[in-house]
């Protein structure tokens, strides 16, 4: 198990330096940034002068090089637009992405699992086939998509929710103000609604045909007729036998789905004006704040990386053929 973890984190420097090295390059390939920082009537001498202050004007390898070493010292730089530090800004803005990222996993994991038992229970049915193009339907819809209907719809229509803004839980919580986090949460829950709602469909739809399929995989097995055979409940067979040898390959995948809604809630949040961490990511990139993308780049990269690893940790604890594997 220890040669695993230090394996990871070895594949974790490797995976951080390379997606800070393809989202610099990016960043520089839009055009020389030092023009979003200076006026429309700045003369040369100025330009020139604001690109030697933020660094633009040394080569491309040698920012690069400096940003690294500064990065193995803990150092993410500075804003350039809001001329703090970047990884400051960036954890501020993370808990809200935090609570989007959970109530949408949440949502779509706790209708996931029932519709896909209850579609592969009932397959080659009228049932089946409803939730089996409600998940083609799901995974075809962009969230944006859905995003800008659930606002035109619930939002402007029937008023029924806030199509933008958002009531922290998290952030007092983490500041130790237990008594606001818990008055905050029901105004939380409200503001989450449709970005949460948007951010869950695509997943919600393809878990669902995951554990569809991974529960037909199971029921045809010798130990679940063997347990119908012995005249146990039905119940019994569904949850005790079937349902939790089908989890494997679904925990695989939701293990990874919160990395996956992490890292893609950058869109919705812009639409609903949300002000987490992937607005902010976007904000940024239009303003070629090189630090600052950096560093919300580094933080959703780690997340990703730690949550597969933990995957992979849980995987060879509920699989006892995958540790003895390892051990070989």
Not at 49 to 65: M, N, T
Not at 140 to 166: D, E, K, Q, T, V
Not at 228 to 245: F, S, T
Not at 258 to 286: D, H, K, M, Q, W
């Amino acid at each position: 198990m220890g040669v695993l973890v230090a394996r990871r984190l070895l594949q974790s420097v490797v995976v951080i330096l390379g997606v800070t090295l393809i989202s610099f390059i990016a960043l520089h390939a839009g055009g020389d940034p030092t023009y979003l920082f200076v006026s429309e009537r700045a003369t040369a001498e100025e330009i020139a002068l604001v690109r030697q202050a933020l660094g633009f004007d040394r080569p491309l390898h040698v920012q690069y090089l400096s940003f690294a070493a500064d990065l193995a010292r803990g150092d993410f730089g500075t804003s350039l637009s809001y001329r703090q530090p970047a990884l400051d800004i960036v954890l501020g803005a993370f808990p809200a992405t935090i609570e989007l990222a959970v109530f949408a996993f949440v949502l779509a994991i706790a209708l996931a699992v029932p519709l896909g038992v209850v579609a592969a229970l009932n397959r080659g049915t009228a049932v089946d086939g409803s939730i089996t193009i409600l998940g083609l339907l799901g995974q075809s819809i962009p969230n944006f998509w859905m995003g800008i209907m659930l606002i035109l719809f619930f939002g402007l229509y029937l008023r029924w929710f806030p199509i933008s803004g958002h009531v922290p839980f998290l952030l007092p919580l983490l500041n130790g103000d237990l008594a606001t986090a818990i008055g905050n949460l029901p105004r939380t829950i409200y503001f989450l609604v449709m970005p949460g709602i948007a951010v869950a469909t695509y997943s919600l739809a393809r878990n669902t045909r995951l554990v569809r399929s991974s529960m037909l995989e199971v029921l045809g097995q010798d130990y679940v007729r063997t347990a119908r055979a012995k005249g146990l409940d039905e119940r019994v067979v569904i949850v005790q036998h079937a349902l939790r040898n089908a989890w494997l390959p679904v925990v695989t995948m939701i293990g990874l789905e919160f990395g996956f809604l992490l890292g893609g809630v950058v869109v919705t949040e812009t639409v609903f004006s949300y002000p987490g961490i992937g607005r902010l990511l976007f904000n940024a990139i239009n303003q070629r704040d090189i630090p600052l993308v950096q560093a919300g780049v580094i933080l959703l990269a780690g997340n990703f990386i730690l949550l597969n690893t933990a995957v992979d940790l849980l995987y060879a604890r509920l699989d006892p053929r995958v540790a003895l594997a390892r051990r070989r």
